[in-house]
C-alpha cells in the first residue's frame, strides 16, 4: 500500500540544522510531488515546502524561505528536507505528504501523509 | 498570502447531529479547497477535494460546498469516529494556507 516514512527529526540548538528524510513506497515516486507539513505542540497545520515530481519548481513558506531546502531523489524515491539556521519557534512535528495528483506542475493538495517526525530545536 | 478563517474554532455536539464547520478565503479561491480530518497525534486524512469532491474510502456522510471565499463542510450525522479537528486549505495559490481549525467535541 501506499505508504511514507519520515526520519531524521530530533533535538537540536538554536541555529542548528537537521536533514529530514521521507522514504515512500507503494506508488510511482517519480510522478507525483511531495509535500512538507509540519505542526507546532498544540497548534494547526503549517505548509513549508512543496517540490515538482521531476524536481523542477521548489516552493516555500514565507516563514522557512532562505533557510529550508527541499529536494528529492526519484531513484531512491525519497524527498528531504535540509533544514538551516533552526529557531524555537520552528520545533513542530514534520510530516511529508503527496500531492494528491499525478504530473501537476503546481502544489494543490495532500492524499497520503506520514506519521511525522518530531524536530525540537532548543538550548 | 491567502488567509483562510474557520470557525467556530471548537464545536460541541453529540452523535447523530448535523455539524457544519465553515471556511472563508481572504481572496477569491473558486473551487480549489480541501478538507483534512486530524486525530490527536495522528496525521491528517484527506476527506474532501475542489471543495465537494469525496476522497476515495471516505464515508458519505461528509460532504463539501461552496465556492469563491465561503466554503462549508458538512457531517449529516455524527459518528463517534468523527470526533476530531478540522481543517481546510487552499490551492489557489501555490502558496499553501491551512484554516486554523475546528475541534468538534462531545457535548
Known amino acids: 500500500q501506499v505508504q511514507l516514512v519520515e526520519s531524521g527529526g530530533g533535538v537540536v540548538q538554536p541555529g542548528g540544522s537537521l536533514r529530514l528524510s521521507c522514504a515512500a513506497s507503494?506508488?510511482?515516486?517519480?510522478?507525483?510531488?511531495m509535500h512538507w507539513v509540519r505542526q507546532a505542540p498544540g497548534k494547526g497545520l503549517e505548509w513549508v515546502a512543496f517540490i515538482r515530481y521531476d524536481g523542477s519548481s521548489k516552493y516555500y513558506a514565507d516563514s522557512v524561505k532562505g533557510r529550508f531546502t527541499i529536494s528529492r531523489d526519484n531513484s531512491k524515491n525519497t524527498v528531504y528536507l535540509q533544514m538551516n539556521s533552526l529557531r524555537p519557534e520552528d520545533t513542530a512535528v514534520c510530516f511529508c505528504?503527496?500531492?494528491?495528483?499525478?504530473?501537476?506542475?503546481?502544489?494543490?493538495?495532500?492524499?497520503?501523509w506520514g506519521k511525522g517526525t518530531t524536530v525540537t530545536v532548543s538550548s | 498570502d491567502i488567509q483562510m478563517t474557520q470557525s467556530p474554532s471548537t464545536l460541541s455536539a453529540s452523535v447523530g447531529d448535523r455539524v457544519t464547520i465553515i471556511c472563508r478565503a481572504s481572496?477569491?479561491?473558486?473551487?480549489?479547497l480541501a478538507w483534512y480530518q486530524q486525530k490527536p497525534g495522528k496525521a491528517p486524512k484527506l476527506l474532501i477535494y475542489k471543495a465537494s469532491s469525496l476522497e476515495s474510502g471516505v464515508p458519505s456522510r461528509f460532504s463539501g460546498s461552496g465556492s469563491g471565499t465561503e466554503f462549508t463542510l458538512t457531517i449529516s450525522s455524527l459518528q463517534p469516529d468523527d470526533f476530531a479537528t478540522y481543517y481546510c486549505q487552499q490551492y489557489n495559490s501555490y502558496l499553501l494556507t491551512f484554516g486554523g481549525g475546528t475541534k468538534v467535541e462531545v457535548k
Open positions: 505528504a503527496k500531492e494528491g495528483l499525478a504530473h501537476r506542475a503546481l502544489s494543490e493538495y495532500m492524499d497520503v
Open positions: 507503494g506508488f510511482t515516486f517519480s510522478g507525483y510531488g
Open positions: 481572496q477569491s479561491i473558486s473551487s480549489w
